[in-house]
């Protein structure tokens, strides 16, 4: 039995802006949206406008106990004609950092999934990933506003709809896992030889990433995110992507050719990289290939053997690194727009080479420690999920 009734006689003049309370749990189905067979009747009192398909349930939820969600419908001409379901609007996002405080959906993915009256679900299925600045989808065009607040709201409109309204039965929210921070360092440089790790995010036996490792070692995704103050502006880049198959923690941790066990290269290309940022000029967006360098010795311009090459003769997302003491790399890179995203470079230096997008000096920052002398402040938290 369907949960609402649209036939035509009980529209009355707010039916139509009901708005949809659903809950998005982490990992779980938040929200259930079911249509009744008089769908039809009630798109077609909206005369062309957004159609609310249905009325939601609301559950207690880790990322926002109360995100609206209204699905949005559209006639397309054909021989026949169809109504499409062709977006979905969220509002009342808190798009705060969760990784801050109890509540906050920065950083995760909304997947819209649908399902036909059997069951059966639906394809394709949508996302909206939720950024400090925007919210963003590679399946379509998003507008959005209030991104970073406790009140934002996103439009999906999908690039080509392709589900009949008429076979949407129910529709599910669902949001990403939680980020569990596994490391944090505030100090950019080496104090003999060690990295200082803030506390309780270090390599300690009680320390978060020991924590998660005890539990599971299961890694889907990996963010990083740096931050540097520059004035009054904190600038960031916060970059997340899929986790490579075998990797855990402790392959995470700032590689240092100071200490056997930490001495490693991580240099490989990386999926479904998301990017955002405030630092002008840094591109973002989501569903993106990558690279990430990140090694503790010196390296040199040339090529690393993995595809696409750089630039032979620059220090950029292409370059042969070392294990050992040495200079140090901890980068970035989008490898659509050919840009560094974030660089942190020559780890036993008061003034490392940091910085965002592509420097003047070396794509990746590298013998440019320009930014960071005129900052106050540097973060780089790791988180997993």
């Not at 990797?247 to 999926?271: H, K």
């Not at 040339?302 to 032979?312: E, I, M, T, Y």
């Not at 230096?349 to 540097?378: A, K, M």
Request: some cysteine.
């Amino acid at each position: 039995m369907p949960l609402s009734n649209f036939a035509p006689s009980n529209l009355g003049p707010k039916s139509a802006r009901n708005r949809i309370k659903v809950a998005i749990g982490i990992g779980a189905l938040a929200g259930v949206i079911a249509l009744g067979s008089t769908l039809a009747a009630s798109i077609n009192l909206n005369s062309g406008t957004p159609v609310e398909f249905g009325q939601g349930i609301v559950q207690v939820t880790a990322c926002d106990s109360n995100i609206v969600v209204v699905p949005i419908s559209k006639f397309v001409n054909g021989n026949p004609g169809d109504f499409l379901f062709s977006g979905i609007r969220l509002s009342d996002i808190d798009s705060t950092d969760q990784s801050e405080s109890s509540e906050g959906c920065l950083g995760k993915g909304f997947k819209v999934k649908t399902f036909d009256s059997s069951g059966s679900k639906l394809e394709p299925e949508y996302t909206i990933t939720v950024g400090s600045q925007d919210y963003s989808s590679s399946e379509g065009t998003v507008s959005s506003s209030g991104a970073g607040t406790q009140n934002g709201s996103a439009t999906l409109t999908f690039r080509n709809p392709t589900i009949s309204a008429l076979d949407v039965f129910r529709i599910t929210i669902e949001s990403s896992a939680s980020w569990s921070k596994i490391y944090e360092l505030t100090d950019p440089s080496r104090i003999s030889g060690q990295f200082n790790y803030v506390n309780g995010y270090g390599l300690g036996v009680s320390d978060a990433a020991a924590s998660f490792a005890s539990a599971t070692d299961l890694i889907s995704s990996i963010r990083y995110k740096m931050e540097l103050t520059v004035g009054p502006t904190t600038y960031f880049a916060d970059v997340t992507f899929d986790a490579w198959d075998g990797v855990g923690v402790s392959d995470l941790q700032i590689p240092n050719g100071f200490v056997t066990n930490q001495n490693f290269i991580l240099q490989r290309n990386i999926s479904n990289l998301s990017i955002d940022s405030n630092y002008p000029g840094v591109v973002t967006g989501t569903g993106l290939n990558g690279r990430i360098e990140i090694w503790p010795g010196n390296y040199s311009q040339g090529f690393s053997g993995l595809l696409p090459q750089g630039n032979a003769g620059s220090y950029d997302f292409d370059d042969q690194g070392q294990s050992g003491r040495g200079y140090g790399s901890f980068q970035v890179h989008n490898l659509r727009d050919s840009q560094t995203v974030l660089a942190w470079n020559n780890h036993g230096q008061s003034q490392p080479d940091v910085g965002f997008g592509n420097s003047g000096v070396s794509p990746d920052w590298t013998f440019d420690p320009s930014l960071f002398r005129q900052s106050s402040s540097w973060k780089l938290s790791i988180y997993v999920r």
